[in-house]
Every structure is written in structure tokens, then in C-alpha cells.
């Protein structure tokens, strides 16, 4: 009697995807710490204006977009990354701001720090697609994604005109998103005409969430 031999066991693509999901929300939630404890440490030592740089609302949209960009498989799994490491980013901000006397246990749970991790889910929903859909060769959604990471931190700096060195190191990061990112022609010109095309709309953004008022 033969005995059937069992074949090579192959790993199934929905569990190797359902892997990839489960490391990228878990790094998101020890990089969001590690955003909001390093932040707190940069704003209360560095210099002006370094120090509003560190503090930047687009430097943490942009940090959203890297991380999705690096570890998301999918822009599902980039949006909801993107949201918990923005959120789990702002918790921690306030829990090192406690452990060093510079606020009260309630301000975990006052208007503002809620306010702020609303707009983290909303960010962190954004700038994750746009990090997933960044890796899409030289196609208008991957343009898309790099214009809008370069186009807020343009936007920043437009409303932060009334602190120029802020506005220039910010501007400034804005167009070293696409230098560092993209090397091919094509998806340079297009990545930069969706950066123009997203400024305004991320300077309204930033006045409808009350930033710059």
C-alpha cells in the first residue's frame, strides 16, 4: 500500500497579508510612543526654530505617510497604521508632558488632546493611503500621494509666515520630500504639479481645524 506523501507546504497569501497588517499596526502603536515622547524632547530643547519644526502638525502628517509608505501592504492597512500612530503619537505627548510636570493627568482627556486625536485619525487616514499609494510607479495616485506629503508642509509654512524661520526650514522640508523620494522625471513633474494643485487645499484644511486663525 502507498502512502499519499503530503506536498510542500506553502504559506497561504491571506496569512502572509494578515502578518504584514498585524506588524505594520504594531510598529505604528511603538512609533506613535516613540513620535510623542521624541517630540516633547525636541520642543523643550532645541532652539527656535528647530524647535517648532519638532512640533510641526505637517511633520507628524508626513511622519503618517512614511510609515504607511514603508511597512503598509495595503491602503486599508495604511489608513488605519497611519490613524493609530497618530493617535497612540498624541497620548503618548501628553503622558511624557505628565511625567514631567509640564501637564495634569486631566489633560489626557481634555478638549484639546481629544481634539487633537481626531484630527490624528483624520490625518493618519490620509497621509496612510497616500504613503501606500506613493509606491505606485510613476502613475497620477502615487504622484497624488507624494504631492500631498510635500504640499502640507508647504502649506504649514504659508501659515507660518509670521515666523520666517519656521516657514523657511518648513517650506524647505516640503521640497525635500519629492527631492528625496523621487528619481524619475516623470513622476517629478507630476508629483510636483500635485503639490502645487494641494497647497491651498491643505492651507484651508489647516484653517478649518483652526490652526493659523
Known sequence: MTLLQPGPRTSSPLRADDRSAASALSLAVALGIALGVVDLLLQTTLPY???NLANSSAVWAVAAFALA????????????????????AVEAYYVAAIAVDLASPSS???????????????????????????????TWPAA???????????AEAWLRLDTPGTAVLTGTAGVLVLASTVRRPVLLRRAALCAGAL????????????FGG
Open 108 to 138: 489626557l482627556v481634555a478638549a484639546s488632546s481629544l481634539a487633537w486625536a481626531f484630527f490624528g485619525v483624520v490625518a493618519g487616514v490620509g497621509f496612510g493611503v497616500a504613503g501606500v499609494w506613493s509606491r505606485a510607479g510613476d
Open 69 to 88: 509608505r514603508v511597512l503598509a501592504p495595503t491602503a486599508a492597512v495604511g489608513a488605519a497604521a497611519g490613524a493609530v500612530f497618530l493617535v497612540v
Open 199 to 210: 497647497v491651498v487645499p491643505c492651507h484651508l484644511a489647516f484653517g478649518v481645524a483652526g
Open 49 to 51: 526654530p528647530w524647535a
Open 144 to 154: 497624488a500621494g507624494l504631492g500631498l506629503a510635500s504640499a502640507v508642509l508647504v
